[in-house]
């Protein structure tokens, strides 16, 4: 008798879902290190670690403190911090990224990847996607995405010294790509004999691909992969869809991947995502000298042995003494605004500003990480005016309200804002849930236009106590409806006095198929 042999441990992609645009990531010994961009969120640029690529946990946020990550009041949404790089030099971790909202690129270093990370050190390279890499005499080398309207369009390197924040030699014109449009998310590799340059072109929408091209030295000259694009899903009708901006990452036992990003689109044509671009994984082999990547599968086989973190709780009872790092807040979180001292247990938030409707509102969510989605809050709205909301930006919002003794369903759609639904609710504590889901059955015929909810990528429903209150196509509050490179954020917010928030629970809807 034989038995099978055993089947190698798979994983589900994408292994870190929910809005985690352009991951770069490092490996220390048996660690791996990764960063993602975040644009006007505060705290910036989430760390994560695993032990196995396809388990991470957030360990911190690079940028955690305002000194670090100067956004104007009224920065646009999807401005701020784009894509950032992860690398280990000489006994300290480096990240170089772009604040398109204030002073362009910049470097900062730590000892330790959940930090303290140090005060940025501005650098007068231009463009976006600065990438760290450094040379055998220990020379660090930047390659970065030339900016728009510069005679060269396309990937530079530059030579710098990172710690003084100084341009040494350049910046030379490395590679335009292979004539696709955006040449940008450049990383440079010395692997075995050649330096490597692995990039994006096409556009980080459904036209997204991976190219690389290799040199013997880092000034060039690139000879262009025979086999480019070496990753795209562009005009297939995979349910993963705009691959690209990757990082390749080693193993310890000589093994590569590549971690990207990635959306799933779901929905009638063109297919809305709307939980932002995520981050995927896919395993690497070399053939002729050339990196070879097959198709992104929604399920692969696992790297080694995986050996799992723990997993973030999905509960948080706001019983620690700082907030989870997962939590982010749009532009800022001012000292005052909230607080985990005043009412031991509870979040106390305190307004800020008015309405979700303009910068400067008191909001503290975490990315939507669930396709079917569950979130449930405990409220006390004491006299003021709060709730529970799900957002892309400040115009594409849809809010569970509590205030003067009411609650409603609050829709902003870029220039309308409706109340849908409502009814009175007794003073004191309530429970807001906000869920997403798939669209599984037509309405009866007499319900709205059957195309209506064929269309809709999810439904996104709010519900006051247990009890149902209302339901709203999830389409609007899409990437493809209101533009941008974010994706969905749910949190808890005060427009009006102080709230304060017992506890706060999300995880898949128990109705969900798989991740
Ligand atoms: C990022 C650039 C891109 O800096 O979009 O998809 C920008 N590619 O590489 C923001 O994510």
């Known amino acids: 008798m034989t038995s099978p042999k055993p089947e190698p441990p798979h994983y589900d992609n994408p292994v870190i879902p929910g809005f985690h ?42 940028l955690d403190r305002p000194s670090q990550l100067p956004l104007p009041a009224d920065a646009m949404a999807s401005d701020g911090i784009y894509a950032p790089t992860i690398r280990h030099h000489d006994g300290r971790f480096w990240v170089i990224t772009t604040n398109t909202s204030h002073g ?5 270093t730590a ?15 231009p463009g976006i996607d600065p990438d760290l890499a450094w040379d055998e005499d220990g020379n660090c080398w930047s390659a970065f995405a030339g900016a728009h309207g510069a005679d060269f369009f396309g990937v530079q390197v530059a030579r710098i010294d990172p710690e003084a924040g100084k341009v040494l030699e350049g910046p030379l014109p490395a590679w335009e790509g292979t004539g696709l449009q955006w040449p940008e998310a450049p990383h440079l590799y010395r692997i075995g004999e050649w330096w490597y340059l692995l990039i994006a072109e096409g556009g980080t929408e459904r ?11 880092p000034r060039g000259p690139w000879e262009s992969a025979p086999t480019n694009p070496v990753l795209s899903h562009r005009s297939t009708n995979r349910p993963i869809q705009s691959t690209g901006h990757a990082d390749l990452v ?17 929905g009638y044509s063109p297919g809305f995502h709307v939980l932002g671009r995520e981050t995927f994984l896919t395993p690497v082999r070399w053939e002729d000298g050339w990196p070879r990547v097959g198709p992104v599968e929604l399920r692969e086989r696992a790297p080694g042995s995986p050996r799992p973190v723990e997993p973030a709780p999905r509960r948080d009872d ?54 079917e ?75 709205e ?38 994706g969905r954020v749910i949190g808890m917010y005060a427009t009006g006095g102080t709230a304060w928030f017992d506890w706060f629970d999300h995880g898949p809807h128990d109705a969900a198929e798989g991740p």
Do not use: K
Request: charged letters at 25%; aromatic letters at 8%; one cysteine or more.
């Open 21 to 62: 645009p352009d991951p770069s990531a490092c490996r220390v010994g048996e660690d791996y290190y990764l960063v993602c961009s975040s644009f006007e969120y505060f705290p910036g640029v989430p760390v994560f670690h695993s032990r196995d690529l396809v388990h991470w946990r957030q360990i911190g946020n690079v």
């Open 104 to 108: 362009g690129n910049f470097t900062v």
């Open 111 to 125: 000892e330790r990847p959940e930090g303290p990370w140090s005060d940025p050190v501005w650098i007068d390279l």
């Open 207 to 217: 036209g997204h691909t991976v190219a690389v091209a290799r040199a013997p030295s």
């Open 250 to 266: 080693g193993t310890p036992d000589g093994q590569w991947w590549m971690v990207l990003l990635a959306t799933r689109p779901r």
């Open 318 to 371: 706001f019983d620690a003494p700082e907030l989870d790092p997962r939590w982010i807040s749009p532009r800022s979180r001012p000292d005052g605004s909230w607080s985990l001292t005043e009412r031991p247990g509870w979040l106390t938030l305190r307004a800020t500003g008015p309405t979700l409707d303009r910068p400067g509102c008191t909001f503290v969510g975490r990315r939507q990480s669930h396709p």
């Open 373 to 447: 989605s569950r979130t449930t809050v405990l409220l006390d709205p004491g006299t003021g005016r709060a709730g529970l909301s799900v957002r892309v930006d400040e115009a594409h919002h849809y809010d569970l309200e509590v205030s003067d003794g009411r609650v409603d369903v609050v829709a902003r759609i870029g220039p309308v804002r409706q109340t849908t639904a409502g009814r009175p609710v007794p003073p004191g504590p309530v429970i807001l849930e906000i869920t997403t889901r798939h669209v599984r059955e037509l309405p009866p015929d007499d319900a």
């Open 449 to 486: 236009p059957r195309g209506l909810h064929v269309a809709a990528p999810d439904y996104v429903g709010f519900h006051v106590n247990g009890e149902p209150l209302a339901e709203i196509d999830g389409r609007y509050l899409s990437t493809e409806v209101a533009t941008g490179f974010t």
